[in-house]
């Protein structure tokens, strides 16, 4: 335990400095938000993931964020265990047909003012799973979307510049 | 002469499946076969439906040989094999929310997979100051979606009840009519964590059916991705284990360890997960000499930098004390099951397809199977440090003798309808792929088996007598698939 702590303290951090914003994805989401409400919130968003049925590619890249290389919590951005205390629902999957009623009574116990982020092909478009009896398929086709970040599943990079998008308007 | 030998004998056999044999049935074989499974000669391995029959794969367990049995269903009816073989009865339950199809004399046919409208029936559970928990479908962290209904008393839970399904995407019907890249992509999407293995055993499904062998060193490239990703997910998953026992010192020790292999996997085979890396017929892309010298840094540092954190696990008495004795498997119950990878083997369940099947290249490898018999949290623990350790040996092994040549063959066109299927050892267990190609080259009927299905119903019996505080930590150290079981 001291030689691991020890460590920590002598060897470099494993932290990165912050993906690049490029402009046209900050015009984005600037585009897609409400800039007063998103102002009275400052320098930090509680974020609220929902998986509606996603095979878990979504969910292993959200998880990734949370390591030493991407630390999203420096940023002021943090996960949260109820939708209660949520100001960012981040939804995966192509919604099934058995996840749409949790997902709509997560959507209303979120306070306003809220916003829903489609993480992935699947929540974006149905991806793959478009069309399948079992799927309702985008997440706005439920509840509706203010930010789509596409990939199979999307990079933790991605993921965090998207999110920092919304931190900078 | 074996008890399978027996049973395909009493049927008919369908000449155009590999590589192992199909007979068609009568009711009273498919009986015959659900006895010797509760009498435990025979290994239940997958139970699925299409239109007008079920069939039935099962595993001979000393012998490790393996056969589908067959059952046209006429009347939409057949005879329930869970009634005498427990393991069976989530599958059947699917199979009549999927095909329709009755199990007769069933002990269970609530809606399993395809959720209904009117109020889902728990079992009940009496007795003086029980109170239930309901957690789920949305649950506190970032993981799948279930629903888990906790009778406890005081803080010690009675019975735990799983209702999953939530992640039903019809996954099997979509597959159904779709040419083989179509298919094989959605292979690589039933269990996202899994996305190599299943697209190696839907690759390995294909070539059966249509007797091609992909290249040598397709071959060997196949197994160094699923080595890979085994690797990444044990690693990501022993940190998450000890997060869930709130040493997030080792969470965040193994979440470095995990992202410097996806970052490997990127840089060498184009993703970080790998996924649509394994394709009918061979490989995508070929590994350049740049990627195989990545590689081979990466297994240096992770055989560097994973020792020191295993003797932080087994050096912190606070630690063990919550894995130690915590969530116990009993091995006759995981025997029963037939319950595959580590949850399997840190119960006293010797069974890896990698050596049982001993498939290409596996054959030619050295490589240990751990098992233990304490089957408790802390026995899975172990059981996935020492993959993590063969899995870097089996990398090392498989850089060194990495044949040269091409990564993918053609596939002809099957002439008539074939039939292939394939066991491939996933990090969480082994995962079947069975399949019927058209004449057209399309997928006629697919139907992907997760280890999840025969290891779901243990983590109700393992979490029996333990603290409510004590389920995250047990439900982590499964790691079922949500996702690969709901289909």
């Known amino acids: ?169 | 002469m074996s008890a399978l030998a027996d049973l395909l004998r009493a049927g008919r056999p369908i000449a155009a499946h590999r590589p192992w044999p199909r007979a068609m049935v009568g009711t009273d074989t498919w009986q015959s076969a659900a006895t010797q499974l509760r009498d435990g000669n025979l290994v239940l391995t997958g139970l699925w439906g299409e239109s007008n029959s079920v069939h039935m794969a099962l595993r001979d367990r000393a012998l490790n040989e393996i056969a589908v049995l067959s059952l046209d269903c006429p009347e939409r009816r057949f005879p329930s094999a869970g009634r005498l073989h427990p393991p069976a009865i989530r599958l059947e339950r699917a199979i009549l929310d999927l095909h329709g199809l009755e199990p007769l004399s069933a002990p269970d046919t609530r809606p399993w997979l395809v959720h209904a409208a009117e109020p889902y029936h728990f079992l009940p559970a009496e007795g003086e100051s029980l109170h239930q928990i309901p957690v789920g479908p949305v649950h506190a962290g970032t993981i799948e979606p279930g629903h888990f209904r906790i009778t406890a008393n005081g803080e010690t839970v009675v019975r735990l009840e799983e209702r999953l399904g939530y992640a039903h995407k019809g996954t099997e019907a979509l597959m159904a009519g779709s040419d083989l890249a179509r298919a094989s992509k959605l292979a690589g999407r039933v269990s996202g964590d899994s996305t190599v293995a299943y697209a190696y055993a839907f690759a390995r499904a294909v070539e059966a059916a249509l007797d091609v062998a992909p290249p040598p060193r397709a071959v060997w490239l196949r197994a160094l991705m699923a080595e890979v990703e085994r690797l990444a997910n044990h690693l990501g998953d022993i940190g998450a284990i000890c997060n869930d026992a709130s040493f997030a010192l080792m969470h965040a020790h193994c979440g470095v360890l995990r992202e410097r292999v996806l970052r490997a996997a990127d840089a060498a085979f184009g993703h970080r997960l790998m996924r649509d890396c394994i394709v009918p017929g061979g490989v995508a892309a070929d590994l350049s000499d740049t990627g195989v010298a990545q590689l081979s840094t990466l297994g240096d540092e992770i055989a560097r930098r994973f020792p020191p954190l295993v003797a932080l696990y087994d050096n912190q008495a606070s630690l063990l004390d919550r894995t130690v004795g915590t969530g116990t498997l009993r091995p006759a119950l995981a025997r029963q099951f037939g319950a595959g990878g580590y949850v399997g083997r840190a119960s006293g369940q010797d069974f890896d397809a990698r050596r049982a099947i001993a498939y290409a290249p596996y054959d030619r490898l050295q490589f240990d199977v751990p098992v233990r018999e304490d089957g408790d949290v802390n026995a899975r623990v172990w059981v996935r440090i020492r993959e993590v350790e063969q899995s870097l040996s089996l990398v090392r092994q498989l850089l060194a003798g990495l044949p040269r040549g091409p990564v993918r063959a053609e596939l002809p066109a099957p002439a008539e309808p074939r039939e292939g299927m394939a066991l491939v050892e996933g990090f969480r267990g082994d995962i079947l792929i069975w399949l019927r190609l058209g004449a057209d080259g399309c997928i006629e009927r697919c139907h992907p088996r997760d280890p999840s299905w025969f290891q779901w119903p243990l983590l109700e019996a393992a979490i029996e007598g333990n603290i409510v505080a004590d389920f995250p930590l047990c439900n982590k150290s499964f790691n079922c698939s949500y996702s690969g079981h709901d289909l």
Request: proline share 7%; net charge neutral.
């Open chain 1, 1 to 169: 335990m001291r030689r691991h702590l020890f460590e920590g303290l002598i060897r470099k951090p494993l932290t990165e400095p912050a993906p690049w914003i490029d402009d046209d994805a900050a015009a984005d989401v600037a585009k897609a938000l409400d800039r007063a409400a998103r102002k009275r919130l400052g320098r930090s968003l509680a974020i609220r993931q929902i998986d509606a049925g996603s095979c878990n590619g979504c969910e292993l890249e959200i998880v990734a964020l949370n390591n030493a290389f991407y630390d999203l919590e420096r940023y002021g951005l943090r996960f949260v265990a109820s939708p209660r205390h949520a100001d960012v629902l981040l939804v995966t999957g192509p919604v099934t047909k058995n996840m749409r009623e949790a997902l709509e009574r997560t959507y209303l116990a979120t306070p306003d003012p809220k916003w829903v982020v489609a993480l992935g092909d699947c929540a974006i478009d149905g991806g793959l799973f478009a069309g399948g009896q079992a799927c309702i398929g985008a997440v706005d086709g439920v509840i509706p979307v203010d930010i789509r970040i596409r990939g199979c599943p999307p990079t933790p990079q991605k993921i965090l510049a998207s999110l920092l998008a919304m931190l900078e308007i």
